[in-house]
């Protein structure tokens, strides 16, 4: 039955009913898996194999998929609750969830065994994700008691992993969705169990899921940090110089290259500080690093057509805009903020602003 012409008898039966009446806890299973290997403890390592075993046999990924968790997504939207505490989470489904999903709903397009390996909870379950953006998206929702919500804006309505893991559904979901032909033959593809690859069906060709490399970097001059803004960003939001790494190049040349490029300096010391996945827009793998330019030679020569502005902030204007956080839609917003906490731009420039704390202290 098509979601069009649905009736009500269907939505009383499946994961809505197992929903409503025991929310999200009655349709997970905290079953640890077995699947022929040593019954693994709880511990980083025996998930970490566990997946990766996950990854290269597919009858293994199948088995696990029985007792995994799925969360949903439609046209690449992922499908939120709001808990009993006002936080936003993913819904999660059983597998016979997702599957009465799908039955109830006549779905003849994606079905449960096109679900994406995502991860490994830490009740030792395997998580996966599924796309049913062939559904009708407020059905589904209404269906599973959630909501559809747009990445960016679930991104930071929710905690930080389950923003990450979120994200990093996300990312697989739109590689598969886009890699269906081999760019060398234009032939189709085929998936591993897991999503963690694609096969050209005529040259074998091996493809993976990519990310693309960028060096973010707070710079300082000592005492002042540099921040700049696209004419893209949001009306007021200031952040870390970032740019895409080439082809060849080290993060350390990437960097330098960057800040020339970007705002005319000459950086003089490097270090790496954290890393993330970054959705928005594809897949980049941001590399977060502080670096430091010549007191003597701070004087910008900012390129207009990559920046709409830079300019230095001290540690006074950086702690107040930390603490300011981020406004609120709507209304209008200050001169300068900064990006959220999920951002490694705000966690690079809440070490600057911390380090500068403790500096002043002890000087
Ligand atoms: N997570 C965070 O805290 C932050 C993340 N970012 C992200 O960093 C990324 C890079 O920053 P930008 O200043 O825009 O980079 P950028 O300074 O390298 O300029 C972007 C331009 O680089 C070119 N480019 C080269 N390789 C590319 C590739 N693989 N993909 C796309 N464009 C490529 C394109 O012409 C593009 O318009 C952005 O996607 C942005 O979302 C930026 C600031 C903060
Ligand atoms: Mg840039």
């Known amino acids: 039955m098509r979601t069009g012409n649905r009736t ?6 499946g994961p809505r009913t197992m929903l409503l009446l025991n929310p999200l806890r009655g349709i997970l299973s905290a079953r640890p898996q077995v699947l022929g290997l040593t019954r693994f403890s709880s511990s980083f390592v025996s998930r970490m194999r566990f997946l990766n075993r996950l990854k290269q046999e597919d009858e293994a990924c199948a088995a696990a998929l029985q007792d995994g968790q799925l969360v949903l997504f439609h046209r ?19 597998c016979s969830g997702v599957q009465s999903l799908l039955q109830n709903f006549g779905s003849d397009g994606p079905l449960l065994e096109d679900s994406i390996l995502i991860g490994c909870s830490e009740q030792n379950q395997a998580q996966f994700c599924l796309d049913v953006g062939h559904l009708d998206q407020a059905a589904v929702a209404e269906f ?6 747009d990445l960016r804006k679930s991104f930071f309505l929710l905690p930080g992993p389950a923003a990450q893991l979120v994200a990093k559904a996300q990312a697989l979901l739109r590689w598969h969705q886009t890699n269906g032909f081999c760019s060398a033959t234009g032939q189709p593809t085929h998936r591993n169990r897991a999503g963690s690859q694609r096969v050209c069906s005529s040259s074998s060709i091996i493809y993976y899921p990519k990310m693309s490399p960028v060096v973010i970097v707070l710079l300082s001059d000592g005492s002042r940090c540099l921040l700049g803004r696209q004419a893209s960003f949001p009306r007021g939001m200031y952040s870390a110089l970032a740019g895409f790494c080439d082809m060849g190049e080290t993060l350390e040349e990437t960097l330098h290259r960057e800040v020339a490029e970007e705002v005319g300096l000459e950086v003089q010391d490097v270090s790496y500080s954290s890393s993330q996945h970054w959705p928005f827009p594809h897949s980049s793998f941001m590399l977060g690093c502080h670096a430091t330019v010549s007191p003597a030679h701070t004087q910008l020569d900012v390129d207009r057509s990559e920046l709409e502005d830079a300019r230095w902030f001290t540690p006074e204007e950086i702690s107040s805009a930390l603490q300011a956080g981020v406004p609120p839609r ?12 999920h951002a490694v731009a705000h966690h690079l420039i809440s070490e600057w ?8 202290a002890s000087e």
């Open 8 to 13: 009500r008898p269907v939505l009383t039966s």
């Open 76 to 94: 690449l939207q992922p499908l939120l609750q709001r808990g009993p505490t006002g936080t936003f989470r993913p819904v999660t489904l059983t």
């Open 144 to 149: 599973c008691a959630g909501t559809f919500i």
């Open 330 to 341: 709507g209304g209008r917003p200050p001169d300068v903020w900064l990006p959220p906490k």
């Open 353 to 360: 602003s911390d380090r500068q704390r403790h500096l002043q």
